[in-house]
């Protein structure tokens, strides 16, 4: 399966941006979908995850409350729709698929995105 991260810009901290993760291939609800993200001089690190059809999801205590995560199995897309946003937010975030759910570990992910720019100014 191939990704293709979206929706990334930049925002003033309190804002609001949707990314989204495009995936091509007929088996995308094989997959699990994870976001992460690095920060500059960071490692990438574990954001969001949502199971095969989207009945379950999980999040970094960082995040939780602020960012919810979706996916439409019909339009091979999975969303993450981030509220709240503060300037610790900004990083590149990633879209990633595995045969497993609930994994927070990138090396559990299979394939990933190009990632997308995200910026939140203070």
């Known amino acids: 399966v191939q990704l293709q991260a979206c929706g990334g810009g930049l925002v003033q901290a309190g804002g609001s941006l949707r990314l989204c993760c495009a995936a091509?291939?007929?088996?995308?609800?094989?997959?699990?979908v994870g976001w992460f993200r690095q920060a500059p001089g960071k490692e990438r690190e574990f954001v969001s995850t949502v199971s095969w059809y989207g009945d379950s999801t999980g999040y970094a205590d960082s995040v939780k409350g602020r960012f919810t995560i979706s996916r439409d199995n019909a339009k091979n897309t999975v969303y993450l729709q981030m509220n709240s946003l503060k300037p610790e937010d900004t990083a590149v975030y990633y879209c990633a698929a595995s045969r497993y759910y609930s994994r927070s570990y990138s090396s559990d992910y299979d394939y990933w995105g190009q990632g997308t720019q995200v910026t939140v100014s203070s």
């Open positions: 091509s291939g007929r088996t995308f609800s094989s997959y699990a």
